[in-house]
């Protein structure tokens, strides 16, 4: 059976407690990084010794692993495989505490990726010295792979358990924004696990209440502080009905990782089996993302717009004139991932609708935002996409449309307002809704522009994502 892996991104809105936590923890990620590499090198130099040693040696020179000069001359790459390495990490882990506050999957991941830039060299191989990996530099972009680690609370929270011991591990992120089945497939998943967790909480109530077992009175306690904690009730839950065959599946195979430019994302990453609807429509369709219009879109003998469900404001609230008393509501970073939700279910429908259009297409043209661009279009564009979801719209059909055999294409936004996509010419930027030029070509701006794009993408200067 066909099975693929696709992956899906949220913002997280991390307190800056939080956001230290994180940092540290990928410290100590590269931490172990240098010390098993400073290990590998010593094997490679012909030396022997165990991972215990090596770590006793880093502790030894404050914690700070020691990076010896690589070996001089020829080094051989040593036949350590990736469970022969794991095996020595969970001794010192065990022996030692080494590396004890760091989440095991992350830790597995540290070794997966460091025995594979070794590995690349080939087994056994003599190799140049000053050819062997080097320690991740500090610039190393971050990336915590937690595994199970990160659960889903509700729609605006989830919980990532390696923040526990140093700070507060519910964490506020847009949830929310996910494709249909693949919001269904997490949701299925958290319900599953509720009820486990129910069944365990059932299971050591009637131990301590009718045994007397103090261990399981202390488990207890700890299984109803933590979803206390999260507002959620054990008691009573249920296990959820089978999904329907063939719904993805959710991989709990979760990362947290830094985003260049600034704060964190989660990643979920679901699997999906069994072949995907194949688009029907041997045409490129062109599509412009708005405000006005979410989206306009144009094909050889189709054109429309999705327009935005919501009339009014879309930008976040302030709080008022200055001097109001008291218009800061309670909690308010929560009621804030609350305000966006609500926008986002008001907008769910225009992404879902244009999802479902695009991936008819056997191609995609869609405009090449430049989101950290500037003044090509109204400054708050990058904003508004964001905060409605469009953004993430885009990202769900670049990484759904292999899937379905679509291509994607994006092409180059310069002047596609204001280009005639009949004749060519270029005019003004036209004001109204309406583009108009002296060919006689009159149709909304929108389509026009969602025309443009299909052709720019149609003569080849489109770019994949
Ligand atoms: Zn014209």
């Not at 990076?67 to 020829?74: C, E, F, T």
């Amino acid at each position: 059976m066909l099975v693929s892996v696709v992956e899906f991104r949220q913002a997280l809105h991390l307190t800056p407690a939080q956001e230290s936590a994180l940092r540290q923890l990928w410290t100590g990620i590269r931490d172990v990084q240098h010390v098993l590499n400073t290990y590998l090198h010593h094997l490679a130099a012909g030396h022997s010794g165990t991972l215990q040693d090596a770590i006793l040696r880093a502790v030894q020179s404050q914690g700070v692993p020691a990076l010896p000069g690589l070996p001089a001359g020829q080094a051989r790459v040593p036949t350590l495989t990736l469970k022969a390495l794991k095996d020595e990490i969970r001794a010192a882990r065990q022996q030692s505490g080494w590396g004890d506050a760091l989440p095991a999957t992350a830790v597995t991941w540290v070794a997966t990726e460091i025995l594979a830039d070794w590995r690349a060299l080939g087994r056994s191989q003599n190799v140049q010295a000053s050819n062997l990996p080097h320690a991740w530099s500090a610039d190393r972009r971050a990336e915590l792979h937690l595994g199970n680690g990160v659960q889903p609370l509700d729609e605006v929270t989830l919980e990532i358990a390696a923040l526990s011991p140093t700070t507060d591990a519910v964490v506020l992120a847009d949830v929310f924004l996910l494709p249909e089945p693949f919001r269904a497939a997490l949701w299925h998943q958290h319900a599953q696990r509720l009820a486990k967790e129910a069944g365990r909480l059932d299971a050591v109530d009637r131990a301590w209440l009718d045994h007397g077992d103090r261990d399981a009175q202390r488990e207890a306690l700890r299984l109803r502080g933590r979803y206390a904690a999260a507002r959620i009730m054990l008691d009573g839950q249920q296990l959820p009905p089978a999904p329907p065959k063939n719904t993805p599946l959710w991989q709990e195979k979760t990362v947290v990782r830094a985003v260049p430019g600034g704060g964190w994302e989660v990643v979920w990453s679901f699997q999906v089996s069994g072949q995907q609807v194949r688009w029907m429509h041997d045409d490129t369709l062109g599509l412009d993302p708005g405000q006005r219009n979410v989206w306009a879109y144009a094909s050889a003998n189709l054109s429309g717009v999705i327009s935005r469900p919501c009339g009014g404001v879309w930008e976040p609230p302030d709080h008022g004139p200055a001097g109001q008393p008291l218009t800061r509501p309670h909690n308010e970073r929560r009621a804030q991932a609350e305000l966006r939700l609500a926008l986002y279910r008001r907008m769910a429908p225009a992404h879902a609708q244009m999802l479902a259009l695009a991936l008819m297409h056997r191609a995609c043209a869609v405009e090449d935002v430049r989101w950290s661009g500037f003044t090509w279009r109204k400054n708050n564009f990058a904003q508004y996409a964001v905060y409605t979801g469009l953004r993430a719209s885009i990202d769900w059909l670049i990484t759904l449309a292999p899937l379905h055999g679509v291509q994607v294409l994006l092409a180059p936004p310069g002047h596609s307002t204001a280009t005639c996509s009949r004749c060519g010419r270029l005019g003004s930027r036209p004001r109204g809704t309406t583009f108009s030029c002296s060919c006689g070509h009159r149709e909304p701006v929108d389509i026009n522009a969602a025309r443009n794009h299909r052709q720019r993408a149609l003569a080849g200067q489109g770019r994949r994502p």
